[in-house]
């Protein structure tokens, strides 16, 4: 082969190396201590969601509608790519937000707000009665799985460390809700029943015995609210379903397993937030991750550890000793709103009709897709060329190689010719 040829070859096997190297690290902030993550991941997600305007007369004004992607948390990060919106709408920026617990709305925030939210806020003008709205984004994730097995009993701190490590925001994530109504007598009869089980104020001793007690006492079903509503948690633990061979238990989805625990965990003093979002399925092989669904999980305050993800959904015992005090390690959880605080809902439409016309908006349904780039972008771009399969690379580098060959013996050839004509 010829000199050129090599030059070719070699320049060709330098452009396939740079691409065939993605960046995979997650941009991590604080993780926890005796916290490891592994299996990095870069995800490229296309996710939509569609509103219902359930209302007979068209909206007098434009209807906002905030999608959230990401919250706060260190094992993930992610960048809005691109975004989309039918019935005349437009994206007015994305950005942090931050909930307003006095307002109830959303303020500007900055990424290292420990409660910040990331998402994209659309306008819809015109919206004609009964219309659909729909809005696309898609976005760059990266995010890794959650290793927590390093944390122990004798690694984690009692309560009242919890409330000397928060300071002044220890309240905040420790107060009664509407939703996490602990003291009501239903929700202090099992933090008794747990209480005995745990034996001390270890936090992680009563977060395994939480765990423990949802596992012989709870059962996944799904609820008569779901998936429109949502319980008190007082009353998820107030209603029980027979269970062939296994006598009475109380019932529900992810977001009721959720609901209980953080009314138990405050109710003892336990730092305890809920998380809203999407898991990711790692299949392995040539399949490999997929979108498995949306979900509901905790996050936990553990003294002289920090704050860490707990999966809670755990219906029986076999769940609990894969799982833990931890995430269920082949799935990658993506959290997209984080809930420390929640109110009494205003008035339902049969008690008074909406004062807003965003009011009448209705969640209609939703779906989010693994692989799906925005095509006309620099990320698109990128994707495409990293995601072509290696023989193709080998032929284009087969292709460059004689195409390189060619020219240089053409020219070879004419400088020949010429030099024979002269003499």
Request: hydrophobic content about 40%.
């Amino acid at each position: 082969m010829r000199k050129s040829a090599f030059v070719a070859l070699a320049v060709a096997i330098c452009l396939c190396t740079g691409i065939f190297v993605p960046i995979r690290e997650v941009n991590t902030t604080s993780v926890p201590s005796k916290v490891r993550l592994f299996d990095p991941r870069t995800l490229y997600i296309h996710g939509y969601l569609v509103y219902k305007y359930n209302c007979p007369t068209p909206a007098s004004i434009p209807i906002p509608v905030f999608v959230e992607v990401w919250t706060n948390n260190f094992w993930s990060d992610v960048r809005i790519l691109q975004t989309t919106s039918s019935s005349g709408g437009r994206t007015l920026g994305v950005g942090y937000v931050k909930h307003n617990v006095t307002s109830g709305k959303y303020d500007l925030t900055e990424r290292e707000d420990y409660n910040s939210i990331y998402g994209a806020q659309f306008n819809s003008t015109d919206v004609k009665p009964y219309q659909e709205i729909r809005t696309d984004v898609w976005i760059k994730l990266s995010i890794s799985k959650v290793d927590m097995t390093d944390i122990l009993n004798e690694t984690v701190g009692d309560i009242f460390e919890a409330s000397s490590q928060l300071g002044a925001d220890y309240g905040t994530y420790v107060n009664k809700t509407y939703y996490w109504d602990y003291g009501n007598a239903s929700v202090q009869d099992v933090i008794q029943e747990i209480n005995q089980t745990a034996g001390g104020p270890n936090v992680y001793d009563i977060v395994y015995a939480t765990i423990d007690w949802f596992s012989t006492h709870m059962v996944y079903r799904e609820h008569e609210d779901y998936p429109d509503q949502r319980l008190k948690a007082s009353r998820i633990l107030n209603e029980t379903i027979e269970v062939t061979g296994d006598g009475e238990k109380r019932y529900g989805v992810c977001r009721h397993f959720a609901e209980v625990f953080v009314a138990i965990m405050r109710g003892f003093g336990i730092p305890c937030n809920l998380f809203n979002g999407l898991v990711f399925s790692d299949m392995g092989g040539t399949v490999g991750v997929i979108f498995g669904g949306g979900h509901a999980w905790c996050e936990v305050y553990m003294p002289n550890v920090g704050w860490v993800p707990l999966e809670v959904t755990i219906s029986d015992r076999y769940i609990r000793d894969i799982v833990r005090v931890g995430l269920i390690s082949p799935y990658y959880y993506l959290p997209i709103y984080k809930e420390f605080t929640n109110s009494e809902p205003e008035e339902t439409e049969e008690q008074g009709e909406p004062k807003e016309p965003y009011e009448y908006l209705i969640a209609a349904y939703w779906g989010w897709g693994v692989g799906e780039v925005p095509i006309l972008t620099l990320e698109g771009l990128i994707h495409t060329v990293v995601s072509m399969p290696i023989i193709n690379w080998i032929l284009l580098v087969a292709v460059i190689v004689l195409i390189v060959n060619s020219i240089m013996v053409r020219r070879k050839i004419k400088a020949l010719t010429e030099r024979t004509l002269l003499v």
